[in-house]
C-alpha cells in the first residue's frame, strides 16, 4: 500500500492488487488533517496509517480491524471514496475508522515514528515548536512525555531493533534515546546546522544523517554507545561520503549534472546494502553501495559508501 497526502486534507490510498495487476484507488479525508507534515505505516498491521498534522495525529484503521482493543468513543468511522481512472466511484464506499491523539498545547506536529517492536502499539510523536517527544499507547490509551530542554525537534527516527530512538532538534542538537530505559546521550551537531533528513542500517547499529543544505552523509554508530554511556557520542560521527556537483554521461549521450545539496537519504530495508539519495536541485536519484559497520575501527580505515 502506498499513501500520498494532498493539500486539500485528504490522504490517497494506493492498494495493490495481485488478481487484477492494478492499483486500486482510495481517499480519506478529514477537518482535523490540516497541514500533512508526516505520514508512517505501522509494521506487520493490517493498514494502519498515522498521519502528522498541524495539531495532532489521525491514526487511520483503513481495514477496520485491529479496534477491538480501542473504544468505540475514542474512534470516529469515515468513509474511504473509490476512485476510478481519476473520478468517484458513486455505487462504492468502504468503512475506515480514524483515532485522532491529540495534547492540549502540543501542536505543530513535525515527525511521527512508530515502535518497531513486536506487539507494541506505541507511537513517538515530535513537535517543531516543543522540545518534549510524546509517547502515545494506543492499547492504553495513554500518554507519556520525554522531556527534555531545547527548541523544537525535527526529524525521529526508530531503529528496527526497537532499542534506539533518534530525535533531530532545530538547535542543532540530537538524542539518541535508549528505549530500555529512556536514558538519553546528547549529540551536537556543527554550529548553525541542523539535521534534515536520517535512516536506520538493518541492523540498527549505523545511522545516516545530513544536515540541512549541506552536500554531505554522515554516519553515528553506536554499536558501542550501550556499553560505554558516558562518552561523548560525538567520537562515532564520522564523514562517510560528499555529493559535490558532478558532471556525468547518460546512456543517450547527454550530458547530467549530478549531487549538490541532500534532500533525502533512504536504505535498502533488508540488507542495507543500497543507499538512495536525491537533492535539492537535481532530478536525479543517486544510488550508492554501502558497507556494513561492525566495528567503530571501520570507520577510518575503510571507504563505507561507494558510488555505483
Given at each position: 500500500m502506498l499513501a500520498v497526502a494532498h493539500k486539500d486534507r485528504s490522504v490517497y490510498i494506493y492498494d495493490y492488487d495481485d488478481d487484477k495487476r492494478e492499483w486500486d484507488a482510495y481517499v480519506i479525508s478529514h477537518s482535523f488533517m490540516v497541514g500533512v507534515t508526516s505520514m508512517e505505516w505501522k509494521n506487520r498491521s493490517a493498514g494502519i496509517l498515522a498521519v502528522g498534522c498541524r495539531n495532532g495525529v489521525c491514526v487511520w484503521h483503513l481495514s477496520g480491524q485491529n479496534t477491538a482493543h480501542l473504544e468505540?468513543?475514542?474512534?470516529?468511522?469515515?468513509?474511504?471514496?473509490?476512485?476510478?481512472?481519476?473520478?468517484?466511484?458513486?455505487?462504492?464506499?468502504?468503512?475506515?475508522?480514524?483515532?485522532?491523539?491529540?495534547?492540549?498545547?502540543?501542536?505543530?506536529?513535525?515527525?511521527?515514528?512508530?515502535?518497531?517492536?513486536?506487539?507494541?502499539?506505541?507511537?513517538?510523536?515530535a513537535s517543531a515548536v516543543s522540545s518534549t517527544v510524546m509517547m502515545y499507547d494506543l492499547l492504553t490509551l495513554e500518554e507519556t512525555p520525554l522531556q527534555r530542554r531545547g527548541k523544537g525537534n525535527l526529524l525521529m527516527r526508530w531503529s528496527p531493533d526497537g532499542e534506539w530512538l533518534y530525535v533531530a532538534a532545530s538547535g542543532g542538537v540530537a538524542r539518541l534515546w535508549k528505549t530500555s530505559d529512556w536514558t538519553s546521550t546528547h549529540i551536537n551537531n556543527p554550529a548553525g546546522l541542523y539535521v534534515r533528513t536520517a535512516c536506520w542500517s538493518p541492523d540498527s547499529k549505523s545511522l545516516y544523517y545530513s544536515m540541512n543544505k549541506r552536500d554531505v552523509v554522515y554516519i553515528l554508530y553506536n554499536g558501542d554507545i550501550g556499553a560505554n554511556a558516558s562518552k561523548d557520542a560525538s567520537q562515532w560521527n564520522i564523514q562517510a561520503l560528499s555529493t559535490h556537483k558532478s558532471e556525468?554521461?547518460?546512456?543517450?549521450?547527454?550530458?547530467?549534472?549530478?549531487?549538490?545539496?541532500?534532500?533525502?537519504?533512504?536504505?535498502?530495508?533488508?540488507?542495507?546494502?543500497?543507499?538512495?539519495?536525491?537533492?535539492?536541485?537535481?532530478?536525479?536519484?543517486?544510488l550508492y553501495e554501502t558497507k556494513r559497520v561492525t566495528s567503530a575501527l571501520l570507520l577510518s580505515k575503510e571507504r563505507l559508501i561507494i558510488p555505483m
Open positions: 468505540t468513543s475514542n474512534l470516529e468511522k469515515c468513509i474511504m471514496h473509490c476512485i476510478t481512472n481519476g473520478n468517484p466511484r458513486a455505487n462504492f464506499n468502504k468503512l475506515a475508522y480514524m483515532q485522532f491523539l491529540r495534547t492540549s498545547g502540543f501542536r505543530h506536529i513535525s515527525s511521527i515514528a512508530w515502535d518497531p517492536t513486536l506487539g507494541s502499539e506505541t507511537l513517538a510523536v556525468i554521461k547518460a546512456l543517450n549521450g547527454d550530458s547530467e549534472w549530478v549531487g549538490g545539496p541532500i534532500k533525502e537519504i533512504t536504505i535498502d530495508p533488508n540488507y542495507g546494502y543500497r543507499l538512495a539519495v536525491t537533492f535539492e536541485d537535481c532530478p536525479l536519484v543517486a
